[in-house]
């Protein structure tokens, strides 16, 4: 019995022993398994065998990482580990999955594998593999098939974009920029592709540099003048182009963005075209606003050739700057350039197009050294016919209309019908003769013959827009420029008439610092006067003298009349004084500042005693029917049979003619011009 239980006994140890033997076996035997996987893999990387690569990997890594030939090249660039495998972890994912962390080589870099069951089952074979990689101070882990796969196709775009048909360069890029390219001509698309990669280089023979973020990545690649830099996305299984920029030492070859190119030649491309066949609807479609209704919609194009839609890459050029771009073609010993401009901004999403309109095109005559704007070329002679209709009409309708904002803020938009027809505008009676025409750039400058003489329309170009500008009129008594002229005019009468309504605010606006200081500012209305002077300033101006910072007007004759004295200050004229003037002499002549300083200083208060201001009387030949403000005398200018009795002299201490001047203000003299 004894005998039987120790029988027994040794029967269940050797069972036991049995199997623990077993299972240390199988145990054992399952790790020599994945140490083997992971070595087959990595001597095939080390020695750069790509039959050895496809039979120790699954097939997803196979056909994510392995497809190019020059894959082993690329896994170079990784900096894969090499030397003896050391197995750190082992962790069972699946049964046909485990996640390993190996030690590799001297310096024992942890490398993590995916394994996988092969496709039979009897052994494991690599999945993936996962580096730690630092790029500008952070480190992050990175997937082996990720971004092999992304270095092949990088070459496969470089390739297509190099050596493929159409078909192949669109297939490499994301279907919007695919929709935008295909726009393009032939001649056109080859350009760019050939501006943008040239010849593929050579992934084995560079270091690109990549940043890898799920499903971005931007690469960068040395070229011999610079850097290529591609931005691709993640389409479903493929990497494809998103957009490129070439940085190039050479200004000429630099792209900032392939998308913005590409926009900028539809553009032009579709302009051109449209314009050949003198297609409106279509060509509103490719230009600005006001470049289609200032010039071309009511244009003739046929009155001027542009080049043709299609044109041989040599023979033009593109630049971009910022939200703007030129196409400069040359043909003919003409230089075309179309400027555009991108009316959609850069907080667009990634998928968002940019659109460029052509806002103007620049014909430039390298015979003549001529610039044609083309808004300039179809609206000059029609703007310079309504705006001389608008001077023998004293029609401000049509003169705000035909004239540029600073034309109009000095002169049209401070007067109206009243005034307009006290403005020297006698020499534009007739319709003018168009003479000549000459094109610089933004300005275009028409001369015509009037009646009696020749005048020379300056017109700009504003946004699209040709507006006069001025009028270069010949006059021996006054400067060439009937703008600055009619602002002096336009100033005097603002004066005459803000004294005679008493608004003192006006009669500030046009006036100097000086005379505000000395008078004005002491004042809280404008003194009461004989309207003689309101009537004297209303006069037709007759000479005017133009100098750097100050200028003279003459309303009336040197017998009597009045001659207004300008200053410039801050960017236009005002008054600072007025001299009445009722003969050549001295004491026919008399300062207005000077008499109303001398009345702010001897009568004050002067809110409490305003007095009335008292000019030179009016020769016999100029006089004019003309009360008091107040109605109560008659002044200097009112006709004999209509005097009640003899002029009031003025108020002791109060203002009076020219021989009241006190000896310490003289007369002032003008300057010499």
Known sequence: ???????????????????????????????????????AFVTAVQQADLGALQANTSPSFRQRALRDPQVTEDLKLLRIPAGEVTLLDVRDVSETEKLVTAAIGERQRKVRFRLVRADDGSRWVVDEVFLKQTHGGVTAVKSVGEQLDLLMSVRDILRAWSQGSREEVLAAVMPSVAQLLDRLPPSYLAWLTEHAVGPAPKLMSIRPAVQLDDNVAIVKLPRAHGQLIMSLRRDEQRWLLSDLALESRDASAHIPSLRKLAAVLVAAAGFLDAYQAENKPQLARFCTESLFRGSLQPADLSLVRLPPPVIPPENFEVHLQGSS???????DQVVTKLTLRRVQDDAATNDALPQYLVEEVTLYE??????KRLSAVFTAHAMVQIFAEGLSQRDLGLLRHASTLDFNQRVWLRADESRLERLPLEAFQQPPRIVTTVFQGAVTEVTVQLADRAATFRLQDHEGRVLVDDVLLPVRSRPSSLKKVLELAITIQEFALALQDGAIDTVRRVSSRDFNRLVWHQLDQVPPHPTSIVQTLLRPVGQVRLWRDTATAVVGNDTFGARVRFVAEAGTHVIDDVVLVAGPAPDQQVSLKAQLREYVT?????????????????????????????GDRPFAGTRADETSGPLERPPRGGFSGPSALPPSVPPQSEPRP
């Open 1 to 39: 019995m004894k005998q039987q239980v120790l029988d027994r006994g040794a029967a269940t140890y050797r069972c036991v022993v049995w199997s623990a033997g077993i299972l240390a076996c199988v145990s054992g035997c399952a790790t020599l398994t994945e140490a083997e996987a992971i070595e």
């Open 325 to 331: 771009a030129d196409v400069l073609v040359s043909q």
């Open 366 to 371: 390298l015979d003549t050294g001529q610039q």
């Open 602 to 630: 001897t009568r004050r208060p002067v809110r409490d005693r305003p007095s009335r201001i008292v000019v030179v009387p009016t020769p016999e030949s100029d006089r004019v029917n003309t009360t008091t403000a107040d």
